[in-house]
């Protein structure tokens, strides 16, 4: 597959990626936006593909979650419908990121501006089991430690 190619995601059917444009004529063929009520947009950087992350916009609303690329090309449109499980990287009181985890069990991740807000409005669309805090690895590590103590 050459870069003037085409490319959607092998995700469902209400999941849509694309992230290369051939021309303008597919430029038209960009779906509007999933939500008409836009609660939250942040600045985000979606990791779909690891080594080209793309710079964009998240925008929360009744439906899912929707994100544009800023620059070229590239959209991510996720229903909640189709979400399974949102995991926030909690440091402190602030949110650095998210990773969608979709029915298919894709994983999205996106770096967020602003995430503490973006989990607050997360929070009004999806059931609490759905958005979870990723337990990173310092805090691993201390739990092996711990438990092999207190089985003394």
Not at 60 to 70: I, M, N, S, T
Not at 78 to 102: C, F, H, L, M
Not at 125 to 130: C, L, M, S, W
Request: some cysteine; glycine content about 6%; overall charge positive.
């Amino acid at each position: 597959m050459t870069s003037n190619d085409k490319h959607e995601a092998p995700l469902t059917d209400a999941i849509k990626s694309w992230f290369v444009m051939p021309d303008a004529s597919a430029r038209a063929e960009i779906p509007g936006p999933l939500n008409h009520d836009v609660a939250l947009e942040v600045a985000a950087n979606c990791f779909m593909a690891a080594i080209s992350p793309k710079r964009g916009t998240l925008s929360v609303g009744e439906r899912g979650l929707d994100f544009r690329a800023e620059k070229g090309s590239g959209y991510v449109l996720i229903p909640y419908a189709n979400v399974v499980q949102i995991v926030a990287d909690v440091q402190g009181k602030n949110v650095r990121s998210i990773e969608v985890v979709t029915d298919q069990m894709n994983r999205i991740p996106f770096v967020v501006e602003h995430g503490a807000e973006l989990v607050r409005v997360l929070s009004r669309y999806i059931d609490r089991e759905q958005l979870v805090g990723h337990v990173g690895n310092f805090k691993r590590a201390w739990r092996r430690i711990c438990s092999r103590f207190s089985h003394s």
